[in-house]
């Protein structure tokens, strides 16, 4: 079973941030959150990982709370194109279980 | 990153026969899995393809329904016997490194089985 809960949908105005939160209260110690984005059933996306601090690239920033059971995926600036289903995953034995995501839909 | 390739991408096939999916992979990588989306629905782990040794299966997943061949680090290989309308999906297989590493998808293949 997924080790994630996510809000089942979210809406963001263009050019805004998008903060799509995720709770994952019961990761161990050496679990690492990722997020995947998927867009019209292509394959997943990768965005971002993390373990316990702060993350950036290029494309988003993740936020993983100090006791790791919450974090935020933050894409600083959204366009349509960012309109997809996002999905927080905790890799756990090297696998990643897909719970059933955040559909974000941008709008102009 | 990894480039990974998956053929065929998309097949119509006749209930009761099996399709034989492919997936390489550009680089050496340490795990190989293969996951089924249902129409309107999230990816479901089927299993790991280990190189070498036998797949090991998630729950409600049995080797004689899919059958996982990975003989070298580059390529796995699934097939969905004796397909029925209900294996209609798209399977897509998964490539990554070691748990801190990135996981990469391919394109998927989609299946509709008449």
């Known amino acids: 079973d997924a080790k994630t809960t996510q809000p089942p949908s979210m809406d963001c105005a263009e050019g805004r941030a998008a903060n799509l939160p995720c709770n994952h209260s019961?990761?161990?110690?050496?679990?690492?959150v990722y997020w995947y984005r998927q867009i019209h059933s292509q394959g997943p996306q990768y965005i971002i990982h993390?373990?316990?601090n702060n993350e950036t690239n290029e494309m988003a920033s993740l936020i993983i709370t100090e006791d790791r059971k919450s974090s935020t995926l933050i894409l600083p600036h959204a366009t349509l194109r960012d309109t997809a289903v996002y999905y927080c995953i905790v890799r756990t034995g090297g696998k990643l279980i897909f719970g059933q995501g955040t559909e974000l839909s941008v709008k102009p | 990153s990894a480039v990974i390739s998956q053929k065929p991408s998309r097949d119509i096939c006749q209930r009761g026969t099996s399709l034989t999916i492919q997936c390489q992979v550009d680089s050496q990588v340490t795990m190989m899995f293969w996951y089924r989306q249902q129409p309107g629905q999230s990816l479901t782990l089927i299993a790991t393809?280990?190189?070498?040794?036998?797949?090991?299966?998630e729950s409600g997943f049995v080797i004689d329904k899919f059958p996982i061949s990975r003989p070298n680090l580059t390529f796995s290989t699934l097939t969905v016997s004796n397909m029925s309308p209900e294996d209609s999906s798209i399977y897509l297989c998964?490539?990554?490194?070691?748990?801190?590493?990135?996981?990469?998808f391919g394109q998927g293949t989609r299946l509709t089985v008449v």
């Open positions: 993390g373990l316990k």
């Open positions: 393809a280990n190189q070498g040794s036998e797949a090991t299966y």
């Open positions: 998964s490539a990554a490194g070691p748990s801190n590493t990135e996981a990469f």
């Open positions: 019961t990761i161990s110690g050496n679990e690492y």
